[in-house]
């Protein structure tokens, strides 16, 4: 086996404090990712199927929080931050395109530091989020009675080991295989809106006791900070939207096609999310729900509806759990590919195999996410996720608003309505969305900040010494600084 060729250039130093090497030519060829694979159809499917698991399980935890009155309203605030984000990301993703995402965006505009800090971010939200999905797919396993099977550990390692494998195989069969499953979930909650619309009952919405907190009333039962403190299970509804420009680098013509699919598949999610709480509340109890595992299965039997109905639904929100437990597997592989390949996190991370699917990129997150199901705390791990997810956000319109007013003539196929006003708006709440992990879990989001901070020290210490000056990211900044140098 002949050794990769090597390039003697000397180390660059960049204007930030950061060290990128000279690789050879077969460094790339080995963590290549198999492009023109997906339109925006496969991309809108993408975005519904990371998300659509939080329509039937984890958002009703914030009932507990803010009661019916303070979750509407917190899903209404949150609706506005992500509908107003997705915008933004649309243009960011049609200028920048690559598998970095939202990384890319921040590198170009927030430099290294700023770029390694948002893409950690997201790593550690899509890493943390399957876990949390897992503990949902094996209270939804054991409800149905399948085979005896009970909740536990052994049905995490199947759900990671199998769909792990199939993204092996690679993206193009498995987004296809993720918008047949998407598309199941989502017949699935209008088979069950179906049956939930005529159990309604408006009393139901409000039928947990207000406290005595500031503001406390029937409608906000836990008071004004109720609506905040909901702002966490309210994300949940729209959870890994933002996944989408990940798949940028393996789209067909991505400047038109990452915009059209994440401002559909955002659009369907709305919608969704409205009637989803809505109706399982006033079918089901807003007291009843709050605490439930699988609410739409639940609300229907406190509705009295036919137990075919009831098994139709639970098997959909299996097939929905499952859908966004697969796809974010793809999310978390491909920013972890795109941080590796730079040389922010160890490059054997990027390696891709026969089927151009990075290995290691899957397999090593993945074992994490498993370790986390084991503690089988779904809400606590929801939370972990959001703070990742949420800090992500910041970086990330920060980025949009930087490059808006730094680089005016940047190409952008797409751009954002409003422009820096539209996702101001969505800086602000995601900034409000950050303090609220801490409200509702100050343990969970202390560790999930001290996991960060971890990540932050190795860039500090070891990688922002080895990156790679040949990653599209890095480049990116050369071209921007040449342009600046003749400007």
């Not at 939804?140 to 195989?169: K, M, N, Q, R």
């Not at 009637?275 to 639940?298: D, H, K, W």
């Not at 229907?300 to 974010?328: H, K, W």
């Not at 941080?339 to 922010?344: D, F, K, Q, T, V």
Request: with cysteine.
């Amino acid at each position: 086996m002949t050794a990769e060729p090597q390039e003697h250039h000397p180390r660059p130093v960049a204007r930030h404090g950061v060290e990128a090497e000279a690789v050879g030519a077969g460094y790339h060829q080995k963590r290549q990712l198999r492009t023109g694979t997906a339109g925006w159809v496969l991309l809108a499917g993408l975005g519904v199927a990371a998300v659509i698991s939080g329509d039937y399980a984890g958002w009703n935890f914030g009932l507990a929080e803010g009661g019916f009155g303070g979750l509407l309203i917190a899903v209404v605030l949150m609706a506005v931050m992500y509908s107003a984000m997705v915008l933004g990301l649309a243009e960011l993703g049609s200028a920048l395109p690559t598998a970095g995402g939202g990384y890319t965006f921040a590198r170009r505009a927030l430099g290294p530091w700023g770029g390694y800090a948002t893409g950690v971010a997201v790593l550690i939200e899509y890493a943390i989020a399957p876990a949390a999905i897992a503990t949902f797919i094996g209270a939804y396993v054991e409800s149905l009675g399948l085979f005896g099977i009970t909740d536990g550990w052994w049905v995490y390692l199947v759900v990671y080991a199998l769909f792990i494998g199939i993204h092996l195989l690679g993206v193009g069969e498995a987004l296809t295989v993720m918008l047949v499953i998407a598309g199941i979930a989502v017949a699935g909650l209008v088979v069950y809106l179906v049956g939930a619309i005529p159990a309604f009952d408006p009393a139901n919405l409000l039928d947990i006791a207000p406290t005595d907190a500031a503001g406390a009333s029937d409608l906000l039962p836990f008071g004004l900070m109720g609506i905040w403190a909901a702002f966490p299970f309210a994300i949940w509804f729209f959870l890994a939207v933002e996944c989408v420009p990940l798949a940028s680098e393996e789209a067909r013509d991505p400047a038109r096609a990452m915009p059209r699919g994440i401002v559909a598949a955002m659009g369907l999610l709305l919608v969704l999310a409205l009637l989803m709480l809505v109706f399982t509340a006033g079918a089901g109890g807003a007291e009843a729900m709050s605490a439930s595992g699988n609410p739409p299965v639940e609300a229907l039997e406190v509705a009295g509806s036919a137990s075919a109905l009831v098994t139709v639904v639970n098997y959909a929100g299996l097939f929905g759990l499952v859908a966004s437990f697969f796809s974010i597997i793809y999310a978390y592989s491909r920013q972890t590919f795109a941080l590796s390949r730079a040389g922010y996190l160890p490059r054997a991370l990027s390696v891709t195999n026969g089927r151009r699917a990075p290995v290691l990129a899957l397999l090593v997150p993945g074992a994490i996410g498993f370790v986390l199901s084991l503690t089988g705390q779904g809400a606590m791990l929801l939370n972990m996720a959001v703070f990742g997810a949420t800090v992500s956000y910041v970086l990330m319109m920060v980025s949009h608003i930087v490059l808006r007013r730094r680089e005016p003539d940047l190409p952008r196929p797409y751009r954002t309505p409003g422009g820096t006003a539209t996702t101001g708006v969505a800086l602000v709440l995601a900034a409000a969305a950050v303090v609220a992990t801490f409200l509702v879990d100050e343990v969970a989001a202390l560790w999930t900040l001290g996991a960060y901070a971890a990540f932050l020290g190795y860039f500090a210490l070891y990688s922002r010494h080895h990156l790679v000056a040949s990653a599209p990211e890095e480049e990116f900044e050369l071209l921007a600084a040449a342009e600046e140098e003749v400007r």
